[in-house]
Each structure stands twice: as C-alpha cells, then as structure tokens.
C-alpha cells in the first residue's frame, strides 16, 4: 500500500526554483535539531533502563523534550522573517515562475489550491491521498 500511494501522490509535488543559499541554513538547523533530539531521546532511554530516574528527572526531562520540540517553530518563525525583510527579485519568485508557465486556467486553479482552508481542503482527494500516505508511513512506527 505505502508503494502504491507514493505513485498516486506524485502528480501532487510541485517543483519550485528557488534561492537554496536563504533557505540552505534554516534547513540545516531544522536537520541539526532533529540530530540533537535523536541524541537526546537515546541518552534519555539508555539512562531511564540502566539507572531508573526519580519522578522529578522524569518531569525535567519531559519538560526538556517539549521545549526541544516546539524549537523547530522558533526556525520557521525566523525564517519567515528572513523572507519578510529581504524580498525575492520577480526573477526568483516561484509563485511568478509558475504563474509565466501556466496557462490562465491552471494558474487559477493554482490559486484556487493556494487559498483552501481545512474545512475546503478536505474536500479535495489530494489531502485523503497525503494523509493515508502518512498513516500508511507511520504506521509501522507507532506499534511497538
């Protein structure tokens, strides 16, 4: 099923040409984050069944983990602010690059697509096919 639902939901990416120097250091702080709660997690298991870990370490550690967490937020906030302050030129705005190779009724379904809320989204089988592509990918993750 995960084979089968990864070619049906390959029509749905897009490919955008854009400025991979701006966004090349939010994406390696995303990946060095996700390295250090990987190591964190590993260290937190190893220690909680060699040694036990009272209560109260089970609350910091808890605590420690969600602010790891919620960190990937701080990176695209400031990425979204690195976007706002210093503008892309026409000549590397994806949305115009696509919109130039588009006809006028695609680049009006384009929008369309660009402009759905969740309620809208649901509606549509591109979001049923990505989410059973998740469900299908995480799946074997979650038993244990």
């Given amino acids: 099923v995960p084979s089968l639902l990864s070619v049906l939901v390959m029509p749905l990416v897009r490919i955008y040409e854009t400025s991979t120097v701006d966004e090349k250091k939010h994406l390696d702080g995303l990946s060095a984050l996700s390295l250090v709660i990987a190591a964190y997690l590993m260290i937190i298991i190893i220690l909680k069944s060699t040694f036990g870990l009272p209560s109260w370490a089970n609350t910091v550690t808890l605590a420690i983990l969600l ?3 919620s960190s990937p937020l701080v990176i695209a906030i400031r990425a979204h602010r690195d976007n706002i ?3 892309s030129s026409p000549a590397y705005s994806p949305l115009l690059d696509n919109l ?4 006028s009724s695609e680049s009006s379904v384009l929008t369309e697509d ?8 649901m509606r549509k089988v591109d979001f049923w096919l990505l989410f059973l592509a998740m469900v299908c990918g995480m799946g074997s993750g979650v038993q244990r």
Avoid: D, F, I, M
């Fill in 67 to 69: 602010v790891l967490l």
């Fill in 85 to 87: 302050e210093k503008p």
């Fill in 100 to 103: 130039e190779a588009t006809t």
């Fill in 114 to 121: 660009q402009s759905l809320n969740l309620l809208q989204a």
